[in-house]
């Protein structure tokens, strides 16, 4: 039993000592949210106590390795962790998407003692306080000599070039603000989404084609699994190369295997040429 006891506990040992002398690697990564405001997002390593902030583009790097676990906390959005697995490691970028955070309004509550509608039942519930002031007589016109006017008084509150139905309402403006309640939103979302992908497009560009690449495929994928020579490699990159608009949603995690297909048919269309020559 002792003897067994020994065993367990060497091999946790082992299994500790193990997994601290994984080194962590640089990891990058980008927040991917319907926002504008994506600086200063905090991005916390929770297995090593180390943390890192996001630039103005939302992109953050920071050390990790596999298993870790990441933080990401902003005041605007809402808290996620992120255990991070060996596959995110061979992304160029790691994306990450926040939810922006909803404020709710307070519950609006309808009691029996809120205004019917009706005038005269309305009235009749007002209290009036009062010996301090006097019985007015409604139907009682008074002239004050400090107080003549000529003409239908004007209503400077609400001018009437407001209301060109004559009432206290303009429900032109009325309309078209509950139309923008539900256009405004749209709207937003489809232009962040403009500015995040211009964004994209501005970070690939800082890297030619081949670099692009060889941060995808190792060396061996060119020679083993395309069948290009070593020294053909520079030329069959300039025979498959895309402009950056056209390379931008190949490079995405989730179209990697569109990359590979067109990459195996210019190898195809590349050797077919040489052997013409």
Same mark, same amino acid.
């Given at each position: ?15 500790? $000592? ?13 927040? *991917? ?10 991005? !916390?390593?929770?297995?090593?106590? *180390? ?7 939302? &992109? ?13 906390? #902003? ?11 060996? &596959? ?41 306080? #009062? ?34 139905? #004559? ?11 509950? *139309? ?10 489809? !232009? ?20 692009? $690449? ?16 070593? =020294? ?18 190949? $490079?995405?995690? =989730? ?23």
């Amino acid at each position: 039993m002792k003897s067994l006891f020994l065993v367990i506990l060497s091999l946790f040992l082992g299994n500790q $000592l193990f997994s601290q002398g994984i080194e962590r690697k640089v990891l990058r990564g980008i927040i *991917v949210v319907d926002s504008f405001d994506v600086e200063n997002i905090s991005v !916390h390593n929770i297995s090593s106590n *180390v943390g890192a902030k996001t630039d103005i583009d939302g &992109k953050f790097s920071i050390r990790a390795r596999a298993t870790d676990t990441l933080f990401f906390e #902003g005041s605007s959005f809402v808290s996620q962790k992120y255990i991070l697995t060996q &596959k995110d490691f061979w992304k160029e970028e790691l994306e990450i998407r926040l939810h922006v955070k909803i404020t709710e309004l307070d519950e609006l509550i309808i009691t029996p003692y809120t205004l019917s509608g009706n005038l005269t039942e309305d009235t009749k519930r007002i209290q009036v306080y #009062g010996d301090g002031f006097a019985a007015v007589d409604a139907k009682k016109v008074m002239h004050y000599e400090d107080d003549v006017r000529s003409g239908a008084p004007v209503n400077t509150a609400m001018p009437t070039i407001l209301a060109p139905n #004559g009432s206290n309402f303009n429900f032109l403006a009325i309309g078209a603000g509950l *139309v923008s309640l539900f256009i405004k939103p749209s709207l937003s979302k489809s !232009h962040s989404k403009r500015v995040f992908e211009e964004r994209r497009i501005k970070a690939l560009q800082s890297k030619s084609y081949s670099d692009h $690449l060889f941060e995808r495929f190792s060396h061996n994928f060119f020679v083993e699994t395309l069948k290009i020579k070593n =020294e053909d490699i520079p030329m069959f990159m300039s025979f498959s190369e895309l402009n950056v608009y056209e390379l931008s949603p190949l $490079l995405k995690p =989730e179209n990697e295997l569109k990359l590979i297909e067109y990459l195996i048919q210019k190898a195809a269309e590349f050797k077919k040429q040489n052997q013409k020559e």
